[in-house]
């Protein structure tokens, strides 16, 4: 089985200051991990056409997917849909559907500010979904999505399933080890199942585990291969039960 990739482009000079947390790419991995899809990169740019215009252009040639996140209001500094259009070349054109839904959002008093995010990359695609009062927009297989977290969350959930892919199998050892002591172990393993992904987790603080192994695959009998064979190369007596809330 193929693996799905993504990636995702923040925009914002706020991001990049600390001004404001980042919330988008750590939802967006575990939405895209739970349909199959890896998030393989995520770039934060400032506010600026020449900057997103490259990163989406590299990444839009790498990956299946890219999502942007920002700089899709109707202020100065927000110039991602721009960047976009830059990136694949295309001119920003007014769309009368956009234009349409922006105006039902404000009751027909929007401004030329709020208008002005009608004007979107020629050939873009206006993508509907539940719930949605104003589109998410696809040019090529790139996604402009907002970067206020709650709008991001619900766009990408109005949509989500379109992504949707092979599901990843994943099965969780937590051992009272520390990770040197596994390390021969897990090498072992990965040498063993190429096509699982092993991972090693310390956790310095936690009262129940001191390290938690994953093993995660599109191919579930690699998986328990796997998981088996980490079973046979651990000390008697050395994993644990799962903690609570795990």
């Known amino acids: 089985m193929s693996e799905r990739t993504a990636a995702i482009v923040v925009v914002g000079n706020e991001i990049l200051s600390g001004k404001v947390e980042e919330k988008n790419a750590a939802y967006l991995s575990k939405e895209l991990l739970s ?21 989406v252009k590299r990444l839009a040639q790498e990956h299946p997917v890219v999502f942007t996140s920002g700089g899709v209001g109707p202020t100065h500094d927000d110039v991602t849909v721009e960047g976009v259009a830059t990136a694949f070349k295309r001119p920003l ?6 234009e349409e839904a922006l105006n ?3 009751g027909g008093n929007a401004n030329e500010h709020v208008l002005s995010m009608a004007d979107i990359p020629e050939g873009t695609e206006i993508i509907m979904g539940p719930g949605l009062r104003v589109p998410v927009l696809r040019l090529e297989n790139v996604y402009i999505f907002p970067g206020i977290p709650e709008l991001f969350q619900n766009k990408f959930e109005a949509i989500r399933d ?8 994943l099965e969780c050892v937590y051992t009272q080890l520390d990770e040197s002591s596994i390390a021969q172990a897990l090498e072992h393993i990965t040498k063993e199942c190429p096509d699982v992904g092993v991972g090693s987790y310390p956790a310095w603080d936690n009262p129940h585990y001191r ?17 088996a064979l980490l079973g046979e190369l651990l000390p008697p007596n050395s994993t644990v039960d799962p903690p609570p809330n795990s």
């Not at 390290?211 to 998981?227: F, G, Y």
């Open 162 to 169: 379109q992504f949707r892919s092979e599901p990843f199998f």
């Open 93 to 98: 054109v007014r769309n009368a559907a956009m």
């Open 104 to 106: 039902d959002v404000y």
């Open 211 to 227: 390290v938690k192994v994953t093993l995660e695959s599109k191919q579930e009998p690699q998986v328990q291969k796997a998981l």
């Open 35 to 55: 349909l199959g899809v890896t998030l393989r990169c995520i770039v934060v740019v400032p506010d600026e056409v020449p900057v997103i215009a490259e990163a």
